[in-house]
């Protein structure tokens, strides 16, 4: 049996994480990351979804806590001054972040912790903790990634555009990532995702 070594920082943790209890899920925005997230959650609540502070304002139905902890930016600023973030980055505008506290205390108590995060992050994540599992979400075609952000009908036109052009970016970066998932049928991702969380 793998020995588990508690956690504390960053910078001294590499190689100290069982492999597959940290996992970075990430992807370009509008491919279905948070869909997917929810449907997860419901079927195993044992899963931790680490709940991510931003500096976005909250969309309709947003619950503060719950969607994020939304905070503003001289709040944030003062958080990362203080080393409270595990990995954080400005995406589209705004700034992103995981808690670090929580998300250590978690994984050392010995919980399957996911990460749903922008790539700048999930690359920090991946140099810091070598052994998390990280997994790309990846639409079928850019045209599809567009409707779909489209009819979340979410989003200003000017933040669709950031998204879409940070997408292309993004994209370009998937075979960093452990394994690549297309998120074409729901159904048929989801299955893939459970595979490689619990296969
Ligand atoms: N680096 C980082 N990215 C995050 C974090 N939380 C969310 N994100 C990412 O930030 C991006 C924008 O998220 P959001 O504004 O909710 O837009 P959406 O992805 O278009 O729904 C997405 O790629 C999220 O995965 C975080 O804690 N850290
Ligand atoms: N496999 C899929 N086929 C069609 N639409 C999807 C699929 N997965 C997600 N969607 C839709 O795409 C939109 C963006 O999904 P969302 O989960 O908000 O993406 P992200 O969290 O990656 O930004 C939502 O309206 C969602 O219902």
Not at 2 to 25: D, F, N, W, Y
Not at 68 to 92: C, H, N, P, T
Request: charged fraction near 25%.
């Amino acid at each position: 049996m793998m020995q588990v070594l508690p956690i504390q920082s960053a910078a001294t943790t590499k190689e100290c994480l069982p492999h597959g209890r940290l996992i970075v899920l990430t992807g370009p925005s509008g491919v279905g990351k948070g869909t997917l997230m929810r449907v997860l959650l419901q079927r195993h609540p044992e899963l931790y979804y680490s709940v991510s502070m931003t500096t976005r304002s909250p969309r309709s139905g947003e619950i503060n806590g719950k969607n994020y902890y939304f905070v503003s930016r001289s709040k944030f600023e003062q958080l990362v001054a203080q080393g409270e973030f595990l990995e954080w980055a400005e995406f589209a505008g705004n700034y992103y972040g995981t808690p670090r506290e929580v998300v250590l205390n978690q994984v050392n108590s010995g919980k399957l912790v996911v990460l749903e995060i922008e790539l700048e992050g999930a690359r920090q994540i991946r140099a810091s903790f070598p052994s998390a599992h990280s997994i790309f979400i990846l639409p079928p075609s850019f045209e599809e990634l567009e409707k779909r952000i489209r009819g979340r009908a979410q989003d200003s036109e000017e933040a669709i555009a950031r998204r879409l052009r940070r997408a292309q970016e993004e994209i370009q970066a998937a075979d960093e990532f452990d394994v690549q998932i297309v998120n074409d049928d729901f159904e048929t991702a989801l299955n893939a995702l459970e595979a490689e969380l619990f296969g």
